[in-house]
């Protein structure tokens, strides 16, 4: 006997509070303050990307299984791994070698990881003074850079061989940074004063 497939999902399926919070208080704010003439206007967070590089792959072969690890605990998702295009002699690099990983998050689990990265990680950062407003790319979408994994709650920092920085791209629909900056200061980003 076959079992039906939608025995055993979870009949309540947690729902992101972020993206909540999107649709009932940012979207009605943006409107009034930009106005804009309809709600599908506003722009949206369409996608995070959550990347580490892995320069020291070249050396030890068991980085990229630990790090994939820590990647997938922070993300929930699986990461992809990123391969050399071109050999480098100078820097010991042959083509299809490992040097990074990448994951890219849309739908609930972006929402997800949005809501943890700036409701927990952010704040454990040590000596936090907020995110800077300059590394918007001119097109609406913002750059983060973190040096250590450990701010977020999923790494047991007594399982870690070492701190890794990780570069964290927030992709919007909108064209324009003050539009972009404005949705990610509702959503609680804390950019620096």
């Not at 050399?84 to 929402?111: C, H, P, Y």
């Not at 927990?120 to 995110?131: E, H, N, Q, T, W």
């Amino acid at each position: 006997m076959v079992a039906n497939k939608t025995e055993n999902k979870n009949p309540e399926k947690l729902k992101p509070r972020l993206k909540d919070k999107f649709k009932n208080e940012i979207v009605p704010e943006m409107v009034k303050e930009f106005k804009f003439k309809n709600n599908l206007m506003v722009p949206k967070v369409v996608k995070t990307v959550v990347n580490i590089g892995l320069g020291e792959a070249l050396d030890s072969s068991n980085v990229v299984q630990i790090v994939s690890r820590d990647l997938q605990l922070i993300t929930g998702q699986k990461p992809i791994e990123r391969k050399a295009k071109k050999s480098i002699a100078n820097f010991k690099l042959r083509e299809g070698q490992v040097i990074g990983l990448s994951v890219t998050l849309r739908g609930d689990r972006m929402w997800f990881f949005l809501d943890n990265l700036l409701n927990m990680a952010l704040p454990r950062v040590r000596d936090f003074r907020g995110v800077s407003k300059k590394s918007f790319d001119g097109n609406g979408n913002y750059s983060l850079g973190l040096q250590e994994q450990v701010i977020f709650p999923q790494i047991d920092y007594n399982e870690i061989d070492k701190l890794r920085g990780m570069q964290i791209n927030i992709v919007t629909s909108s064209d324009s940074d003050t539009e972009s900056r404005k949705l990610l200061e509702l959503l609680g980003m804390p950019f620096e004063s």
